[in-house]
């Protein structure tokens, strides 16, 4: 254990990420920046899905309609009424929050894979909706030419300044999902997950605290999809499919479930991989990537079946820091 | 003298087999009361009713007055099936408006879907009654929800481009008003309702597990539950979770009254693990310690939640001599700080020295209650424990 506080790791990492556009990379930076901001941007997307599945241990297959959800929120907000990027992100995410509500409240009462197939079902409902309401989302021929965000009147542009905005959404999104896992309500759901029953006799109300989950990871999640709507410019139902579902679960189940350092690992890993697999394997055997996933995610399973940084390390720093803080708050007093 | 909790002939069933019949108890404020009897007598069924986590077949339970499992009143069943007529009626003025407005459209595939759906949840509301009540109630406000935003929506924007119904010289006008300004508020109200409380304490008649730890009874289990993913302390506090008031805004905005809240608990937290001696422990896995210390850990986590009365489920069963006695002054401590203390326990030398009152169980039958002395002595129970026979020989 080193003795540097969190804080000041956190403000190392803050700095190093703002100096990354400026490493001296040449002609491939905005390549390698492109590469790193959808990193950092599956990055929110796992710290949202990991609220549910990592801190209420449910299995939710379905979090990429929320994505798809805020995309085309934020798309079509951006078409039809030229919106700021600023007002767009908390409308986005307030209508993934309300579909997570519309979607967990009468489904949370399943437990287990009846849950996990009813959120499959969503997401394919999802994709559906996106692809036969014409008159809604132009369906199959995808919504072209979303204006890029504007920030002090400058319409965004380059690779660089897409990667600052992605890492201050991850700085909010850190923000919240710290602060909430060290909370009544994070704690909530850490109960939920370990003992139902015993959370209930603890004063817990299940439905509610999983409602509140879900519409929290959703409303994440959504936020993600208005970021990538505005950063791509062009969206299409196909981007939504069920598989990036199971990618961003393979990213927090690779990286530690429940642990919010692990789950960013593991998209920082995976992610960026699937650029490398891109240049090693051979033409058309792209698609093969998720074969090397599952190689990944089983070999994970033989040897390191609590991911990169398991959830009870994380939990055993959280004590630690809590005895540090009370050791110096004690010697004031 | 007061009684904390009355129990009035409390029954349940599972399938044909009665494992409680005609339980009454009384428990008074501030006694150690204990409960006994043989394996398989009831007594865990007894507090998972108490708990909420059962629903009794039969009876009722009043926590310092309050029904927990109240009675079903005939009030409160009126109450449902005006409820459910309204429902009811309201669906039939919906269902020619629907047609008639998505007939006119092209795209009415996945709209006549929502209606077969529709229609099949009010007939399995009819037909099911109001036991099932919770789910399809669910089922129906979905997609009355829906249903409703969307043509109201569309009437608001197109006010002067509705039809006739079709076959008719009758104006959906005529219609559209009403049936906008009524069915949007009742759908609105009860979907609030049905999102903020509980479905069950609306239509159902009793309290969740939830709601009577909130009230003051908290509980430990006979097989130890745990969190044990999670560190001494986080079991603490999340056994206060009911006490604290946080939520999501103040939370996420850090405020001065969320801070103070955390920094009581956690105070409260290191008193409660040094009351029953854990201490030295507060930072490790709950996981990573030893079977007394879970046993502790059970009754702090229980204590956290400032209970009035006190549901100990076998507290010292796989203890040694040494670790049950300090148990019971622990025990002891927790009700000379005015909780009261209801107990379950297998080993009758500990409930002799420890309860002030002792109920028998047997076959989920009330077979005698007593000082501990009178319970010794009760024929009934010596039978229950030993067979008959050995009743006679003992005495």
Redesign the interface.
């Known amino acids: 254990m080193s003795k540097i506080s969190p804080r000041w790791k956190l403000t190392g990492l803050l700095i190093l990420a703002l100096l990354l556009p400026w490493l001296p990379l040449g002609t491939s930076t905005s390549y390698f920046l492109r590469v790193i901001t959808t990193a950092i941007l599956y990055m929110i997307l796992a710290l949202g899905l990991n609220i549910v599945a990592g801190f209420t241990g449910l299995l939710d297959l379905g979090y990429v309609g929320f994505y798809g959800i805020g995309a085309y929120t934020a798309g079509l907000l951006t078409i039809h009424f030229d919106l700021s990027f600023w007002v767009i992100l908390p409308m986005a995410a307030l209508n993934g929050a309300l579909w997570g509500i519309l979607l967990g409240a009468p489904t949370l009462r399943l437990t287990g894979d009846y849950f996990a197939i009813v959120t499959f079902g969503f997401s394919e409902l999802v994709v559906l909706v996106l692809r036969n309401e014409l008159w809604l989302t132009r369906g199959p021929m995808g919504l072209p030419g979303i204006s890029p965000p504007i920030v002090f009147g400058h319409p965004l542009k380059l690779a660089w300044e897409f990667y600052y905005l992605v890492v201050l959404l991850l700085m909010i999104v850190l923000l919240v999902v710290t602060r909430l896992e060290e909370s009544r309500l994070g704690r909530a759901w850490f109960a939920i997950r370990e003992d139902e029953t015993a959370a209930q006799c603890c004063g817990i109300n299940l439905i509610r605290y999983k409602i509140i989950a879900f519409a929290i990871s959703a409303s994440i999640g959504a936020m993600g999809g208005a970021f990538f709507a505005r950063w791509f410019k062009f969206i299409h139902p196909d981007m939504f499919k069920f598989w990036e579902s199971i990618l961003i679960l393979c990213l927090i189940v690779f990286g530690g479930m429940g642990s919010i350092a692990g789950t960013m690992l593991g998209a920082l890993i995976l992610i960026p991989l699937s650029e490398i697999l891109r240049a090693i394997l051979p033409q058309g055997m792209f698609t093969a990537r998720y074969l090397i996933y599952g190689l990944i995610l089983v070999l994970m399973m033989r040897w390191r079946p609590a991911g990169l940084v398991p959830f009870d390390r994380a939990q055993e720093s959280k004590a630690a820091r809590t005895r540090e803080r009370l050791a110096t708050s004690g010697g004031k007093e | 003298m007061d009684t904390i909790l009355k129990v009035s002939s409390l029954s349940k069933v599972f399938g044909g087999l009665s494992a409680l019949s005609d339980i009454s108890l009384e428990v008074v404020t501030g006694k150690i009361v204990g409960i006994i009897g043989p394996n398989g007598a009831g007594k865990t069924t007894l507090f998972n009713c108490l ?3 059962y629903y009794p077949t039969d009876g009722q339970v009043f926590f310092q007055g309050n029904p927990v499992v109240p009675e079903l009143s005939s009030r409160k069943a009126g109450l449902v099936q005006r409820w459910s007529l309204i429902f009811i009626i309201l669906s039939l003025a919906w269902l020619p408006l629907f047609w008639s407005f998505f007939l006119s459209r092209t ?1 009415f595939k ?1 709209e006549l879907t929502l209606l077969a759906i529709f229609i099949l949840s009010i007939r399995l509301l009819v037909v099911r009654g109001l036991k099932e009540f ?2 399809w109630a ?2 129906v406000m ?1 997609v009355f ?1 829906l249903g409703d935003l969307y043509l109201a929506i569309w009437w608001l924007t197109h006010p002067t481009t509705l039809g006739s119904l079709p076959g008719t010289e009758v104006r959906l006008a005529y219609f559209a008003f009403p049936w906008v300004s009524f069915a949007v508020p009742f759908s609105i109200y009860l979907s609030w309702q ?2 903020l409380r ?1 479905v069950r304490q609306l239509y159902g008649f009793r309290l ?4 009577i ?2 009230l003051g009874m ?2 430990t ?1 006979q097989n130890i ?7 001494v ?2 079991n603490v ?3 206060a ?4 008031h ?3 805004g103040s ?2 905005l ?1 405020t001065r009254s ?1 801070r103070n809240e ?1 920094n009581e608990i ?1 105070q409260e937290t ?1 008193e409660i693990l040094r009351f029953v001696g854990l201490e030295h422990r ?4 709950s996981g990573a310690l030893a079977y007394g210390e879970q046993r502790r850990l059970e009754l702090a ?1 229980a204590l956290a ?1 400032h209970p009035r009365l006190l549901l100990l489920d076998e507290p010292a069963a796989g203890m040694n001599p040494q670790e049950s006695s300090q148990l019971m002054q622990l025990i002891r401590r927790i009700r000379d700080q005015g909780v009261t203390v209801l107990i379950i326990e297998h080993d009758m030398k500990v409930m002799m020295n420890l309860a002030d009152n002792i109920y028998a169980l047997d076959h989920g039958e009330l077979i005698a209650y007593g000082t501990p002395d009178e319970i010794r002595a009760n024929p009934r129970v010596i039978e229950a424990y030993l067979g008959r026979g050995s009743a006679d020989a003992k005495a």
Do not use: C, K, Y
Request: proline share 2%; no cysteine; aromatic share 10%.
């Open positions: 708990t909420g986590l795209f996945v919770q789910l669910w089922s979905f929800i049905l999102l509980d969740g597990p939830d709601q730890n909130r908290a509980r289990f539950r745990l969190f044990l993913g999670l560190s302390l986080d506090r999340i056994g979770h009911g006490r604290m946080q939520q999501v939370i996420l850090r969320q955390e956690e290191l507060t930072f490790d896995l986590r939640s």
